[in-house]
Structure formats: structure tokens, C-alpha cells
């Protein structure tokens, strides 16, 4: 299988082309028996019934009984320590929700998943974004081919080009060495990069600066390059479908601003890489495909960042580094795939967010990482967990009848703490949080007098997870000699869910490892769900929509095209302070 096709052995048949463009059955392919809904297995039952217990469990009065809930209720692998202590369940509660992952077949359909099976129903693909990281030699195939070498005959090419440009053996047009990586994606194809190099900076060299564009907000393009220089920058236009409309806009400026200077068609081909997993678009585009870095259609985009996607990672962090970070993926792959479930930590992170959101009805979930390197976790899982599990079909199309993925936000602590944590606190709407933090810092900032950050940046993260279960009572705040009229203001009520993600140290490879707990989480609740995690229709009407109104917009005169009376008068506002 060359880097982004398909051999003809491993072309599905008789999948057609439908009007989206992906490959379609007919007939709606059958759910295996043993998938089965949630809500239909006795699991489910005894935790609806369990529910009760769940919202009147008090936390202060379940860690007085038991001495060692903070131990007993907590779990750890490959360098994270998860304490989930401080949610609202008990033993009981646990082994219902266990019981619910074995009922619903999440392990079998995980087997599936890594087996290569064709569990994205809906596009008719293989899901098999655990063989990027799959180490030389070993064997995973799809349609009953090995990827693996494919998986390594790129990641060698990309580690060629990456220690080119980082060694100043790929240079510009006009000789000069490459100081400015500049990745161009959005979704999948941004995230996940911008993520890992934000996150992964201290350990990147820093004399190439990377920088990323998704946005067709023209103001995105305008402030990641107006200070570049065209000789000294490198684009790598990263889409997989090579059709999204921001990734092409963008491009075609990038190309269009860098031949402003360089004056010389040829110039592309040493300023351009793309990648993709279509060969032909890239080509029409314009980018020699010797200069594409492929990956499959096997790889959904929002798991995508230890693909080809994260050639600008390569560069900035380097082949070796990058190769931790796989690492890293592959140690979560193995202990999601042989650890119990009890210890499993993919599992008990989804089965805990299940339950808030299905029995006690907690709508959002708020991810905290007391690391200003993951300052853009939260917005990565957004996409990874919104993206996949935002769904209200099962997989057969009959409607969900149970709540399915939460709106996961977050911002890094102590910075939200000044900020919005006052509603997670005191508002009304109860708010589980991931605090996520690392025991040892990269940089330990500080001294006796000045005080260490890190250390006051732990007890932060310590207290606020304290503070969010054992509130603070009336009785102690009248105890304090506070008025009478200003208690019910100062009193915290205490009982707020929080898991407390406690890491050794981050690391290319840590990073590796956090983004699999994440994406097998993520698994782990579309399978209970029953939804596939792995489509994204609903967004699908929004582009079609804008595509409409762009000629509306740009025109000389609107088009004629019916609208909505709200639309229409925007548009018409629009135009007229446009001057159209
Ligand atoms: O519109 C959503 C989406 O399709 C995401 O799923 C994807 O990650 C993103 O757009 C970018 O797609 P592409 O990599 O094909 O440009």
C-alpha cells in the first residue's frame, strides 16, 4: 500500500460513493449481537437504581467511614496515579459500572477495533489509529493487509525530512536555512500539532519556530506570518482530505504570499510539504507528491496527531523524541488492552464520566491541567471527546435514549481558578472536573524566600479538589464569626466530583500515554453509548450552508437564495457596512 492509497487487494468493495464523497453500503451493515444498548443490560437497571444513592452520597461523612477511600478508590500505570476518590460512588456503584462495560461488550468491541474491523460503520472504515504506533516488525492489517511497514515507511521518511530541516540540509529556494515551520490544518489536522508543540516546547529546539494556522479568520494567517520571511519558512499544509475549505484557503495565500517574494513557481517545491491522505487533491494543488507525507483513511482526524499530521511535532521535538511520544501511545494501547478494568485507567475514566453524565446528570466536564505546557489539552479533547461521542443515533439509527457526550472545557489551573472557578464552587450546575498535573516540573522555578512554584502550584491543585468535595458548612462559617446574613454567601456545599490525574513528569513519552488514556476513554464511552465515535456528520450541514452564502457575501449583487429572515437581514447588514 503506497503512503495514502489503497492497494487494490485491500479495496472494500462494494462500497459507492456517496454524496458526502465517503464510501457507503447500501444496506445498513448489522450491529453485532453482542453490542447491545446500555440501557438493556442489568447494569444499567441496577445503576438507575444506584443513582439515589450516588446524589445523596456525602463525601465528608464516606471518607470518615472509610480511612482508606483515597487509596482504595484510586489507580496507577505507567507513571499516572488516578485518585477518583472524590467522586460520588461507592464499591457498589463501581461494579455496576464495570459490570456495564463487560454487558455491553466494550473489551469485544476493542478487539474489534485493534483487529482492524470495519467499526466506522457509517464511512465503512477500519479504526485503526493504534497502529501508528505499532513498533517495527509486529502486524496489524486492515482488510487483511499489514500496515505496520506502511505505518514505518513513512515515519522514516518523515524522520529523513524532519532531521533535514532541523541539520539545515533542507534549505529554501535561495539556500537559506529554514527557521519557521509553519503547519496549515484545522480540526484534527491543527489540534492535536498544536497541542503537542505547546506542550512538548521545552523540549523542541528552539531556533526553528513553529507556528499554526487554522483559522480562515484572514487575521490568523495575518499574525502567524507577518513577521516571517518568506526565504526562511516552510509550510506543511496538513488536511486529510485535502478539501477543507479553511486548509485550502489558507494554503493558496500561503503560496501566493511566499511566491510575492521568492518570485519563482519552482520555489514551491522547497516551501511546500503537504500531508494528506489524498495523493490527487495534493497534486492539483500543486505540491509535488514526492513532498507529501500520506497516512490512511483508517485514521479518523481527531486521532490523528501520531500520523504524518504530526510532521511539524517531528521537526520541532525531532525523530527520536517523536518516537518516545509513540512510545508512549503504545504503553497506554497495552495497558487498555490487559489491564482489568478496575485497574484499567481508559476505563475507569470513562465509566466515571458515564456516570455523572447518565445517572446523576451532570452536563459538562471540566479538564484542569496544572501545567501551563497543556494550556491547550482541553481544546485537543474537545474535538477528540465532542467530535466522536456528540451523538444521538446508535449505531442501528434509532435515537439514544440515554444522554451521550458531555461539553468538555477547561483552562489551565491556577489561571481558572481566578476566574471561572467560582461557579464550579457555588453555582447550580455541578461541574466533575479532571485535575491533571505533574509531580516533578520541568523547571523548578523559585527558592526558600520567594517560595517554589511548583509547589504552591500543587497545593493549589491539592486544595481545590479538596475544597470542591468537603465544602465548607454553615456551621464552620458561623463558627468564624461571620454574620449571620453573610453565611449562606461564604458556605460551600461541597460534594463536587473531581478525579485528580496526578503524573510523574511530563515527557514526550507521558504525552503519548495521556493522549491514549484520553482516546481510549473516549473509546470506551461511544461503545457503551452505542454511537460511532468515529464519524462526524453533524458537520456536515453547517459547511453545505456556508458554501451557499459565501457568492452572497462577495458578490456584486445577493443572490436571490431564500433565507430566513434573520439570515437575510445579516446578510443585508453585512453587505452594507462591507460597502456592497
Ligand atoms: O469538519 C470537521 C473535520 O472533518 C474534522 O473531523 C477534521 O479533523 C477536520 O475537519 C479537518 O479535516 P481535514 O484534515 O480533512 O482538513
Redesign the pocket.
Known sequence: MPAATRSKKSARKPAAKAASGVARKDTAPKVPAWHVAPDKTRAWKRLTALAKRGRALDLRAAFKKDRTRGTRFSAEALGIHLDYSKNLVDGDIVDALVALAKECGVAKHAKAMFAGEAINITENRAVLHAALRAPKGSVMKVDGENVVPHVHAVLDRMAAFADAVRNGAWRGHTGKKIAAVVNI???????GPVMAYEALKDFTRRDIDCRYVSNIDGEDFYEKTRDLDPETTLFVV???????I??MTNAQTARAWALAKLKDRAAVARHFVAV?TNAEEVAKFGIDTANMFGFWDWV???Y?MDSA?GLSTMIAIGPAAFHELLAGFRDMDEHFRTAPAKKNLPYLLALLGLWNRDFLGFETVAVLPYCQYLHRFSAYLQ?LEM?SNGKRVQLDGSPCRWQTSPVIWGEPGTNGQHAFYQMIHQGTSPVPCDFLAFAKPLHDVGSTETGMHHDILLANLFAQGEALAFGKTAAEVRAEGTPEWLVPHRTFPGNRPSNTLLCEQLSPRMLGRLVALYEHKTFVQGSIWRVNSFD?WG??LG?VLAKRIIPELSGARPAKAAHDSSTSALIARYRAWRGR
Do not use: A
Not at 490544518?185 to 489540534?191: A, F, K, R, V
Not at 496538513?238 to 477543507?244: A, L, N, R
Open positions: 490544518g484545522i480540526g484534527g489536522s491543527d489540534l496538513s488536511s486529510k482530505t485535502f478539501t477543507t479553511e486548509t494528506s479518523g482526524g481527531r490523528s499530521i474535538q467530535e462526524q458537520v456536515e459547511k
